[in-house]
């Protein structure tokens, strides 16, 4: 392992994490529930049938992984808040700027992930007697699992980038390393 690079293993599983979670959002959206109106000849109700519920499935797995890999990489830094402190220089500011932005994009993929679960799990099952024209039985918009694919990719870049920057700051020597053997208060008397 060279200066600074990190744990391998640990790049591997977040980037295999988020790859798995990318695959199942990807899954969720290719697989959303189409509703499609039916109506009751005895009754002269309309109602929708949906087909496979599958999404839901794919995406609170994709929910899942994609905070698994989170959870690993946050509980192999601490946080960045507990541990060793950062050696001030660069390498600070840069995995200060990668660790927000890293969880900026955690955050909205897992919204996305999570309500278009929610959203694609919700069927309106009777619509009742509607003599309306143009109704259409409730679907989850196009679009919603793949944004959180796209967000937990950047997850992934950004958290391989946060930790790479972060093993760097940990390990780094501080620029103004003091090897002192005696005081350097100045208190000597004036004689």
Known sequence: MGEG??????????????????????????????????????????????????????????F???????????????????????????????????FVSSWLTFLVAEACLIAGATKNAYHTK?????????????TLRKGVFIAGAVFAVATMILNVYYYMYFTKATTAKPAHEANRTSSTVGMTGYA
């Open 5 to 62: 690079k990190g744990s391998t293993l640990v790049h591997l599983l977040v980037v295999v994490l988020s790859l798995v979670a990318f695959g199942f959002a990807i899954a969720s959206e290719r697989r959303r529930s189409v509703g499609t109106i039916v109506k009751d000849d005895i009754s002269n109700a309309t109602y929708c049938v949906y087909n496979s519920d599958v999404a839901t499935g794919y995406g609170v797995g994709a």
């Open 64 to 98: 899942l992984f994609l905070l698994s890999g989170e959870s690993l990489l946050m509980g192999v830094t601490k946080c960045m808040c507990f541990g060793r402190p950062l050696a001030p220089g660069n390498d600070r500011a840069w995995s200060i700027i990668y």
């Open 126 to 138: 009777y619509r009742g007697m509607i003599y309306a024209q143009n109704f259409s039985c409730e």
